[in-house]
């Protein structure tokens, strides 16, 4: 199974104009939630949804526009930094949208280096702590 759990950086498509958005998610196991701001009037929303291999879909609620909910389905690639897919209104509207990891995705770092064994802290200084002579 994916895991999406970190900052992602995106783009939606409605009537053809593009909206970009960040998006931070947490997954826990199968289940995925989060928090998206649009670069756009609509502001920020919340998100809850559920990764089923490398499947994804979620329900997106804007916080301050509409109670409207929005559904997402899609698919993330095998190394785990891209998902694209399909948004749907009820029967009203729906478009594409993608989304591509963020480099600032904290956590992802320090497990690519636990596995590799570097120590975060290896070696630590003593400059500066004096010794008494």
């Known amino acids: 199974m994916a895991d999406l759990s970190g900052t992602w950086l995106g783009t939606y498509w409605q009537l053809g ?4 958005f960040e998006a931070t998610l947490l997954q826990s196991s199968n289940t995925l939630t989060g928090n998206i701001l649009d670069d ?3 502001g920020e929303a919340t998100l809850i949804g559920e990764v089923m291999g490398r499947r994804i879909q979620f329900t997106k609620r804007y916080l301050t526009t509409s109670s409207t909910l ?7 690639n095998e190394d785990e930094d891209f998902m694209q897919g399909d948004w749907s209104i009820r029967d009203s509207d729906s478009g594409k949208w993608e989304a591509r990891r963020s480099g600032d995705n904290l956590m992802l770092e320090l497990r690519k280096l636990q596995e590799q064994k570097i120590p975060a802290l290896a070696g630590g200084s003593r400059r500066g702590m004096g010794s008494a002579s």
């Open 17 to 20: 104009i593009p909206t970009r």
């Open 40 to 42: 756009s009037y609509l």
């Open 70 to 76: 929005i559904n997402y389905s899609g698919t993330v």
